[in-house]
């Protein structure tokens, strides 16, 4: 890994509480990630939602941050943000400067998606949205992305946060998508041109 790179690009993990962004973000990360993770604690218990996130006894408290390098000259950094609404005022920060962002779902709480979406819908951000894998019987299917009110340009995968192969797909599917949005329409050939004489 060299010292410095030409291009850093900024991809940031948002959604809901305990969906798995500090896992992904760890699982795909070259170096040894920056992590914020703090023990919940009892007085939190009363601020945060944690019943549908029962056993977790860690949460992030600003972001998560890892690091890919792509070539010589390019480095992906990933930033994970914090799913509770009382840290929702970090993602403003974390999206400027951002080339897109991975909305990371657990199917089974779907409408725990819906403020990242619209705030990134909002930032005029590209997004790609992941079922992470928590064992549910709903995947990645056309009953999420009614529920979630996808644009059909939006990409929807599955994944499983565990896995650095899965957490890179996501990955190239981000990067392949905000590649195709910004590509712009094919300028047509037009005529051959005629040699003049």
């Not at 390019?74 to 914090?82: M, S």
């Not at 920060?93 to 709480?109: E, I, K, Q």
């Not at 946060?161 to 392949?176: D, G, N, P, Y």
């Amino acid at each position: 890994m060299s010292a410095s790179a030409a291009n850093g690009l900024k991809i940031v993990v948002v959604g809901g509480f305990g969906v798995g962004k500090t896992t992904l973000v760890r699982s795909v990360s070259e170096i040894r990630p920056l992590s914020t993770e703090e023990t919940m604690t009892r007085a939190g218990e009363t601020v945060d939602d944690t019943g549908r996130v029962r056993g977790k006894a860690t949460t992030t408290v600003a972001f998560d941050f890892g690091r890919i390098t792509l070539d010589a000259r390019n480095v992906l950094y990933l930033f994970g943000a914090p799913g509770q609404e009382r840290f929702w005022f970090l993602w403003d920060r974390l999206f400027s400067g951002t080339l897109g962002a991975v909305v990371l779902l657990d199917t089974r709480r779907i409408d725990d998606s819906w403020y990242a979406i619209d705030r990134l819908e909002q930032h005029g951000t590209p997004f790609i949205v992941a079922c992470n894998d928590f064992g549910g019987p709903v995947r990645a299917s056309e009953k999420v992305r009614t529920a979630l009110d996808l644009d059909p340009q939006v990409p929807l995968v599955d994944c499983d946060a565990r896995s650095r192969r899965s957490a890179k797909e996501v990955l190239i599917t981000l990067v392949q998508h905000v590649k195709n949005r910004y590509a712009g329409p094919a300028v047509p050939a037009g005529p051959p041109r005629q040699e003049l004489v």
